[in-house]
């Protein structure tokens, strides 16, 4: 079971590292990451097991976010309490984006970034994502709100970016006027 400090601090020049093209058929031993990945970001989402095991509440992980530079993530979405859409991503491309762009109200977070962080992050609001699942197949996925953040999160992270370098320092809520808040 993965713990909080199997996932690298955002000190760690590895998560600035462009992550390498997954190829087919996948290891065993990433199998076995992705797993751990989800049943992470599944407990970590359940109040409960987030106590327990002392989690702190995530949605995506990328795999380099483990120290493996390799272009798949994890997203686990929770639909209704309990219940959980999981997307595993591997070698994304984001083909098509929609005009508007949003932020989260919050602020995004990030389970490498363990302290506040102030400030807005603008992402599309709908993206369209080529990609392949665990066997090798193409797919592609329409996601919106607060999926095409999330996506937009993991696939930075693919490309050794934190969400922390998309906030203007002198400015964190600059431009917060042309974009929607979610």
Known sequence: MLRNKDIL???NKL???KSEEVTFP??????DTI????EYLKNSQIEELAEKYNLRPGMGMAAIQLGIP???FTVVYEIEKGKFDTYIII???ITSTSSEKIY????EGCLSVNRETEGIVPRFARITVEAYDIYGNKIKLRVREDLAIAFQHEIDHLNGILFTDHIDPKNPFKDHDKYRAI
């Open 9 to 11: 601090d955002e000190k």
């Open 15 to 17: 998560l600035r590292k």
């Open 26 to 31: 996948m290891s065993k031993e990433d199998l």
């Open 35 to 38: 797993d751990k990945m989800i």
């Open 70 to 72: 390799k272009r798949y």
């Open 91 to 93: 070698n994304p491309k």
């Open 104 to 107: 989260v109200e919050d602020g």
